[in-house]
């Protein structure tokens, strides 16, 4: 048996460590926006697996990714070895985009989030990705982060939204446009 508990009870007072051992309270920004980050990380872990297992070793990369973006969020002053977002990460998520766009139809209008199970899950995490990044920008505003954890995260709805679209193309599901 351990003698290691999942509780510490440090955070019971409201306050929890940064990477860098500083104290900040639970509703700080820079909490705000690496929890909204985890939050997506959950979601797309609903996701898998969708049935397509290119489309799984992709998301599956993004958890991953989305591991830095939390550890570089929660770092107010990084060590050059410390993880960070790379410009790399971003090129990476634009590649996927590229190629997988080839696989469908041109977008002429916007599209009603849903479609099957995978779809509709990827166009929930897409929305709470928008989240994390709106919170990442607040964040920005007051204290300093690296601004390509803003860029991934909106290269990275994209991203969502293209696979939303591919899940939905490859189980025959229809996309809907809004009327207005």
Known sequence: ?????????????????LRDMSRVSKSSARIEAYGTVDEANALIGTVRPTGHDDLDDLLSTVQNHLHVVQADLANPDPDPED????????????????ALDEELEPLRSFVLPGGGTAGARLHHARTVVRRAERRSVELARSEPIN???VVYLNRLSDLLFTLARVANARDGEPEESPSY
């Not at 977002?85 to 985009?97: A, K, S, Y």
């Open 83 to 98: 993880p960070r977002v790379e410009p790399d990460h971003v090129d990476r998520l634009e590649g996927r985009i590229d």
């Open 1 to 17: 048996m351990s003698d290691v508990t999942i509780y510490t009870g440090r955070g019971d007072d409201g306050e929890t460590d």
């Open 147 to 149: 601004e390509t954890v």
